[in-house]
């Protein structure tokens, strides 16, 4: 498209522009993406970010916080509960596959919590059990 430019001393001028718009949604072949809940879930334990970011594809920028909102270093693990922030703030969350205290990796300690879960000696609350991403909740 084509704009006509004039400025206040009546001088004018055509400049051509392209607008490209970009989408903002997340793709992957490697890890799942549910973009009806702005989710990406099914990371491996112990993935650094740099090695996530090559998992995902996305037109639009973006950047990965941390659950307090802090953006994070490529060489930190992803962790349930970090985020992809898109440049218009649409926000995906992380799920690692049975990180549920979010520190990126799947152990004993997760595998106690899950315990407590199961066996209701803890409160049951959605968002906690959507965490539970290997149950498929």
Not at 20 to 41: G, H, L, M, Q
Request: glycine share 4%.
């Amino acid at each position: 498209e084509t704009i006509k430019l004039v400025d206040l001393a009546g001088n004018e001028t055509e400049v051509k522009i392209e607008a490209k718009f970009y989408k903002d949604i997340i793709t992957s072949d490697d890890v799942t993406v549910v973009e009806e809940e702005t989710i990406v879930k099914d990371v491996q334990p112990n993935t650094k970010i740099s090695e996530f970011m090559k998992k995902i594809n996305a037109e639009m920028e973006y950047v990965i916080t941390d659950s307090n909102g802090n953006t994070v270093s490529e060489t930190t693990n992803v962790a349930t509960g970090y985020q992809i922030k898109m440049a218009n703030d649409k926000i995906y969350t992380i799920i690692v596959l049975g990180d549920c205290n979010g520190d990126g990796s799947a152990d004993i300690i997760d595998i106690f919590r899950i315990k407590l879960a199961i066996t209701a000696r803890i409160p049951k609350k959605i968002s906690l059990l959507k965490f539970f991403s290997f149950l498929k909740v």
